[in-house]
């Protein structure tokens, strides 16, 4: 299932990635320009990770062109929120 969310940076609904309900995982595809530089990770909109807990998700794979980044949501939702612009995120595996 595709989980869309609102980004506030450049006003309209964006693909935030496919959430997988018979594994419990949630994939998110990214390219260079989503790395965010000041937290060294990707981050995924707080409103996504709430739709994920209440969906039971367990694992987020974040894949980029070289490699895939495992995590669990668990960790997601203990890291700060953050607001760079494009609405309130998680990160975590950076600083």
């Given at each position: 299932?595709?989980?869309?969310?609102?980004?506030?940076?450049?006003?309209?609904?964006?693909?935030?990635?496919?959430?997988?309900?018979?594994?419990?995982?949630?994939?998110?595809?990214?390219?260079?320009?989503?790395?965010?530089?000041?937290?060294?990770?990707?981050?995924?909109?707080?409103?996504?990770?709430?739709?994920?807990?209440?969906l039971r998700c367990e694992r987020i794979v974040i894949?980029?062109?070289?490699?895939?980044?495992?995590?669990?949501?668990e960790d997601w939702l203990k890291s700060p929120i953050?607001?760079?612009?494009?609405?309130?995120?998680?990160?975590?595996?950076?600083?």
């Amino acid at each position: 299932m595709k989980l869309y969310c609102f980004d506030p940076g450049k006003h309209r609904n964006v693909l935030a990635g496919e959430y997988e309900p018979s594994t419990f995982t949630f994939i998110k595809k990214v390219k260079k320009n989503h790395y965010m530089i000041i937290e060294k990770s990707y981050g995924i909109q707080e409103e996504v990770l709430q739709r994920l807990k209440f969906l039971r998700c367990e694992r987020i794979v974040i894949i980029n062109k070289k490699k895939e980044i495992i995590s669990l949501l668990e960790d997601w939702l203990k890291s700060p929120i953050k607001d760079y612009g494009h609405g309130r995120q998680r990160f975590i595996g950076g600083k």
